[in-house]
């Protein structure tokens, strides 16, 4: 049973434009939400998180949306720039338990 | 933010040795590590959740006695994987959380990539 789920594999964003890139979750235990990136052959770089009791956290140009009625999240990228190309993974964890992870959104910037 | 150092970044073993990969944070006391694998272009699948001084928890479907697991102190924890087979090749990723680490990050090790010929 997949608690967290990116149903976007990939997608692709004009440079300049917004990126977003969405997730659902099933488990109303979550309480804290995170989006990591991630390189070939490297471990994931944390990018900004959001608690269960905000709906929005900005952080320059990541945004995270948090709606807990509907156990949907996303992470709003603007501009996007050609270095924002990689593989991002939504991930969720209810209190100090384990991180579950999402399957992950190739995002590639288009020049 | 904080540093979490893996090591070896890349190990080739013959099959039915054992490989230990270490997982340290730098700056911080990590109380809680976990282990992960990522199989080429899926997910990262959690393996167990390790708290220093205790015994690791496993995930469904993990073998613990093949992937040892040892969290020894706050800045420390070793992944063996014993009797390793061409089908353990894979990246192995570590991250760990700090004290009271309710509601934070954690931070990821750069991952071993494990080849077994």
């Known amino acids: 049973d997949q608690q967290v789920k990116q149903n976007s594999p990939s997608l692709s964003v004009q440079e300049g434009r917004i990126s977003i890139l969405n997730c659902d979750y099933t488990n109303s235990m979550f309480d804290y939400f995170l989006w990591y990136k991630k390189y070939p052959a490297e471990g994931p770089t944390f990018l900004i998180s959001i608690s269960s009791i905000k709906d929005k956290n900005e952080d320059g140009r990541f945004t995270v949306f948090l709606n807990k009625s509907a156990k949907h999240l996303s992470l709003h990228i603007v501009p996007s720039q050609p270095g924002d190309s990689a593989v991002y993974f939504c991930a969720a964890s209810a209190g100090d338990d384990k991180i579950i992870f999402g399957k992950g959104t190739r995002l590639h910037i288009l020049p | 933010g904080a540093v979490v150092s893996q090591h070896p970044s890349w190990v080739i073993c013959k099959s039915g040795t054992s490989v230990k990969i270490e997982c340290r944070s730098l700056?911080?006391?990590?109380?809680?590590m976990f282990w992960y694998r990522q199989f080429p272009k899926q997910s990262l699948m959690l393996m167990a959740t390790?708290?220093?001084?205790?015994?690791?928890?496993?995930e469904q479907g993990v073998e613990k006695d093949k992937f040892l697991i040892n969290h020894a102190s706050l800045t420390l924890s070793t992944l063996t994987v014993t009797s390793a087979h061409p089908e353990d090749s894979s990246f192995y990723i570590c991250?760990?959380?700090?004290?009271?680490?309710?509601?934070?990050?954690?931070?990821f090790g750069q991952g071993t990539r494990l080849t077994v010929v």
């Open positions: 991250s760990a959380r700090g004290f009271g680490s309710m509601n934070t990050e954690a931070f």
């Open positions: 700056d911080f006391q990590a109380t809680t």
């Open positions: 390790s708290n220093e001084g205790s015994k690791a928890t496993y």
